[in-house]
């Protein structure tokens, strides 16, 4: 699988800790297709509230389904103006302070 990232983006209308908890339900939704630990071990992201930033590493088949499951929930829920994405070839997560791992629960 190619190496990409999703870079979300969200507007102010949408509450930071609301982003917070659609992240940790996407893994949950996740977790039930691949196991707890196949998702500790591939799945990586990192999310920065004060910003309204999230980075899912979709480089692996779990990250893959997580950016997926994560892009309907928040586009449902929120509305696709709400949320801007957009996808990176590169790994992005190593210029904001690292990707975390499933279990980290990385909210800065």
Same mark, same amino acid.
């Given at each position: 699988m190619? =190496?990409? +990232? %999703? @870079? %979300? !983006?969200f507007t102010r209308a949408v509450p930071a800790q609301d982003i917070e908890d659609t992240l940790m339900l996407a893994l949950l939704a996740v977790? +039930?297709?691949?196991?707890?630990?196949r998702v500790r071990m591939d799945s990586r992201f990192q999310l920065d509230?004060? !910003?309204? @930033?999230? *980075?899912? =590493?979709?480089?692996?088949?779990?990250g893959a389904d997580l950016a997926k499951i994560f892009t309907g929930y928040v586009t449902r829920e929120y509305?696709?103006?709400?949320v801007g994405i *957009?996808?990176?070839s590169a790994h992005t997560c190593s210029g904001h302070r690292g990707c975390s791992g499933a279990a980290a629960g990385a909210a800065v």
């Open positions: 190619k =190496n990409q +990232s %999703y @870079r %979300y !983006n977790e +039930s297709l691949h196991g707890r630990a509230k004060k !910003n309204r @930033r999230c *980075v899912i =590493n979709a480089g692996t088949r779990t509305g696709e103006k709400a *957009v996808r990176e």
